[in-house]
């Protein structure tokens, strides 16, 4: 692969200085229309060998181009608010808005290559998160990205007299010391690497482009004019790459039974025991979350339920069980315009808990397999994906120490219309009824198939889903409690 | 001060169970107003003697009112994040939107009071704070919010009471530790710093409420009722406190002679000598950002100037002597819904750089003083104390390391003029170029007013103007990188 590039390409100075202004020209107006329009973000990986110009050839960009909605990111060591928190938090919080140009050093690639190379960890390792981030990359490039992936490449002799040059010269002595020629030393055991990882993650939708570095004037030619024209392409065509495979049918058994209409509601409990069981499960729970264990861990709770069914009692019932500063509820409503400009998960990521901590979502990302596909607010070729994002990012929680516990409150028909009426009438309960909740009702079957769907594919044995019988809240909150009490016992 | 409350307040267990389901119902209707209209924030401060049940009056809140709009923040020792930034750095990125309710336990006072009743720091040290505190506080509340501040009080036999009875039950005895007692035989100290802090700092925008802490169902209802009280007296009269002094009259110095009419726009750089004092200051430049001393500082570098000034420009030949890893350009347009819900200098502080780092605003928070005056988009007295909040603002990152160098770019009429026509005829730059900047040219006396009275008000020592002579660009240029050197020649 990187032989096929090692043809000593070169511009000479005057073709240079007689290409870039034209070029200049034409990367402002690609890049206007985009911060004007604001139809997608472009994220740009900068990788490759240590001494072929990562920095400058992003520099250069940044004096070609407006600056100003270029942000770079060198992604040292993580913080201690990114290492309680899975590994990609840090690069979702950096992801660039609709509209603007984000660049990643070395980006996520960086650490496991480097865990190989230098960290002796075996080549599946390596796999696992190429996995990931396969995975990833897919999921940005649906919700829009435009995403470029650079290998700046110098053979070994040429890296060598990179070296060599930067080193004699006084103004960039400073950059060659011990750890550059040490990584000159191990070059051998980066290209084979380097090589797999290119090919194993080089897709149509976010392609590795790599680019011999060994002329500077070459080197930033092409990887402007690439930029140029993948973004000019996108801007025009307006098109976003298909998904490689799109189910389209959702699940169908046929007989008409399924998982909600099987539930049994008539479950309930005695005024005089629920009382007794919520005393018994709160100090349950209150004494896991303050044990040693837990310290490594966080909560992600999540309430998902027909509109009435009794989310908010049964989460006011799990913090009564927590002290106040362990906990933040984040109820979901409409994005702001800062999470519309960024892939529908981004609006969760922000939130994750540090360690020793719960979140508790009041409604969730499953709002994209709920509301948006009954009321068709994202197409079906969206919410088909979202299955499998949403694994994704429940591992990626789950893999962290997160534990992720789903419950999904069923109330009958009969019993929604009943607390709807109620609501009406009393006081300080009117506030929860909306002309929506009616509206909503004449959905009952659309969003009965939604949430079967739902349970179906995404209750997974890290992140599974608890079907609860709601029309007793009594009952339905011992049995919320109970299961985050067992899921912590299990866990810790 | 204390005395005056240590009057044995109870409430009997009757009183309590008849009164709370009103005021629950109460407390629902008000935060269903504010989190449905959203007109200001709530700011909690839950400060006290330890042991006097900070948290449980929290957790109360939360149990008796929806704690989905209530988020509640601890503020233990601070990430590594954190403490590369001003110490308010913290407080600011966890205050509240409008429409919601921010507790914070302990808040900004816990750190400077232990520090002199436990470190050893002097009462002028502590003074000190209290008047950075003071000012904090008046501007978050001219900017709408709802500060109240609750000092949960026990006298010293009723804390040893609390203390051995937790510690009794099997319950809550993990709750009292060698830390608990230490802090009880050091009541005696605290007590008197505790009575000079809130004295210093209770005003009528932010007061301190003493609430007697030895009966809980008192404390409970004390705290709940006070709020209750204070958010639904705001949301009827709408009415915010008034500032408490605030100037009429921009500054008139009477006889036609100001800042920018003096200044002397002949001022240009031949090419030649310009391409040379490019190299020579960038480089000074790029040897000073990395030097070891840098590594303990930051750069916030504002550039403001008239339309067509070259700020652009001179932006470039500053990042040109960067590296892209190391700094950000945030060029400043209308906030996002995020910032709208905040006080309007949440959406600089949300981008200070970290040590090492440089962050330069294309356009900062002096639009305040600037546009928001000249257009009207705020009030007179929400401009006149942006003067001195800003100073404040500015205050807080010198004092952490931060170096804040101000640039105004300086044209005359003509030149503005010559530059639009010059624009509009250039392919790419014609999008520079809006209809706004045509309307601004109407209003160029009344932005040099402005920009006088913006000079002299926040040109400090510590983050002084340098007005630059802009009619020659490339004068222009090479005076800001000279500043920006000497600046930091000075610093490091």
């Known amino acids: 692969?990187?032989?096929?590039?090692?043809?000593?390409?070169?511009?000479?100075?005057?073709?240079?200085?007689?290409?870039?202004?034209?070029?200049?020209?034409?990367?402002?107006?690609?890049?206007?229309e985009l911060g004007d329009k604001k139809p997608f973000p472009v994220i740009l990986i900068i990788s490759g060998v240590d001494g072929a110009g990562k920095g400058e050839t992003v520099n250069t960009l940044n004096f070609w181009m407006d600056p100003r909605n270029i942000h770079a990111h060198a992604m040292a060591d993580p913080s201690d608010e990114e290492l309680e928190r899975p590994a990609m938090w840090r690069y979702w919080r950096k992801l660039p808005p609709r509209g603007s140009i984000g660049v990643f050093f070395g980006s996520w690639y960086s650490h496991p290559m480097r865990m190989h190379i230098d960290g002796g960890k075996s080549i599946d390792y390596l796999d696992s998160y190429l996995d990931d981030f396969l995975r990833f990359e897919r999921m940005l490039a649906d919700e829009g990205a435009l995403i470029l992936k650079f290998w700046l490449h110098l053979s070994k002799d040429d890296l060598k007299k990179r070296l060599s040059q930067l080193d004699k010269d006084k103004a960039t002595t400073w950059r060659v010391g011990k750890k550059e020629?040490?990584?000159?030393?191990?070059?051998?055991?980066?290209?084979?690497?380097?090589?797999?990882?290119?090919?194993?993650?080089?897709?149509?939708?976010?392609?590795?482009?790599?680019?011999?570095?060994?002329?500077?004037?070459?080197?930033?030619l092409t990887v402007a004019k690439t930029l140029l024209k993948a973004v000019k392409a996108r801007l025009e065509t307006g098109a976003k790459p298909i998904a490689a495979s799109v189910p389209v049918q959702a699940l169908d058994h046929g007989d008409g039974i399924n998982l909600l209409n099987t539930l049994d509601y008539s479950k309930s409990l005695d005024k005089k025991i629920y009382k007794e069981q919520l005393e018994h499960y709160q100090?349950?729970?209150?004494k896991l979350c303050r044990s040693k264990k837990f310290r490594n861990h966080s909560i992600v709770a999540v309430f998902e339920g027909n509109d009435a069914a009794g989310k908010g009692g049964s989460i006011r019932r799990v913090i009564g069980a927590m002290d106040s500063r362990m906990y933040n509820i984040i109820p979901i409503a409409a994005p702001t315009d800062e999470e519309k400009a960024q892939p529908y998960l981004w609006r969760f990521w922000r939130h994750l808990p540090g360690r020793g901590k719960a979140v508790i979502f009041?409604?969730?990302?499953?709002?994209?397999?709920?509301?948006?596909?009954?009321?068709?607010?994202?197409?079906?070729?969206?919410?088909?994906?979202?299955y499998s994002e949403i694994n994704d990012f429940e591992e990626e929680m789950a893999r962290h120490g997160i534990i992720v516990v789903k419950f999904w409150l069923s109330i009958t028909d009969e019993e929604q219309l009943a607390r709807f009426k109620e609501r009406e009438a009393t006081g300080y309960k009117r506030f929860k009824l909306t002309d929506e909740d009616w509206r909503n009702r004449d959905k009952w079957d659309a969003y009965s198939s939604a949430v079967c769907d739902m349970v179906e594919r995404t209750s997974t044995e890290i992140a599974p889903w608890t079907v609860v019988e709601a029309n007793s809240k009594y009952y339905a909150r011992i049995k919320v409690l109970k299961t985050l009490c067992k899921r912590l016992e299990a866990e810790l």
Chains 1, 2 share one sequence.
Request: glycine letters at 4%; hydrophobic letters at 35%.
């Open 283 to 286: 100090g349950r729970l209150n």
């Open 1 to 32: 692969m990187f032989e096929a590039v090692e043809l000593g390409h070169a511009v000479s100075k005057a073709d240079y200085n007689a290409e870039v202004p034209k070029l200049r020209e034409q990367l402002l107006d690609i890049q206007f």
């Open 181 to 220: 020629w040490d990584r000159y030393d191990r070059y051998d055991d980066l290209r084979p690497v380097a090589e797999h990882v290119l090919r194993r993650t080089s897709t149509g939708h976010a392609p590795w482009i790599v680019v011999e570095s060994a002329d500077e004037k070459y080197r930033n």
């Open 362 to 386: 009041d409604r969730s990302w499953y709002g994209r397999v709920l509301v948006e596909r009954v009321e068709g607010y994202c197409s079906q070729a969206d919410w088909m994906r979202a």
